[in-house]
């Protein structure tokens, strides 16, 4: 009595195994798309901060020299910030001017953007999101 029970069980169970090892492949192929996007993202916002901390020492080299009691200095202009991170950006094509100033007339200040899109399109994962970065650059003219 119990063999044939358990033949029994054994064979209301066939082909269950194949459903959960076919969920599985599929949670592992989003899981691994998602991780590409991801990865993608990071890259993305790390390209973007560093063409705006480049954009920002550019913008620092903008400076006009003023000399004062006889000692020279430094002194940066929003005009002379925005022309220079301006310049470098248009030669980079890598992200869209924001804002360039120059807050205390010592350092420079310039905020990008970009618009990041997915590498894979996924159900989990936006069409495109928005980026910024700000990186601020003082002059060093002693």
Avoid at 62 to 83: K, N
Wanted: glycine share 6%; proline share 4%; net charge negative.
């Amino acid at each position: 009595m119990t063999r044939r029970c358990f033949a029994r069980i054994r064979e209301d169970e066939d082909g269950s195994v194949l459903i959960l090892a076919l969920g599985y492949a599929v949670i592992a192929i989003v899981l691994v798309l998602v991780c590409v996007d991801a990865t993608s993202l990071y890259l993305t916002q790390k390209r973007l901060d560093a063409a705006a901390d480049a954009a920002a020492l550019a913008g620092a080299d903008g400076f006009t020299l003023v000399v004062a009691d006889g000692a020279p200095s430094a002194r940066l202009t929003d005009a002379g910030v925005y022309d220079q991170a301006r310049e470098l950006l248009d030669a980079m094509q890598t992200a869209e001017l924001v804002a360039a100033s120059a807050p205390d007339g010592l350092s420079a200040r310039v905020t990008v953007a970009t618009v990041w899109h997915p590498p894979v399109l996924t159900l989990f994962v936006p069409e495109g999101w928005p980026l910024q970065s700000t990186a601020t650059s003082r002059t060093a003219l002693r």
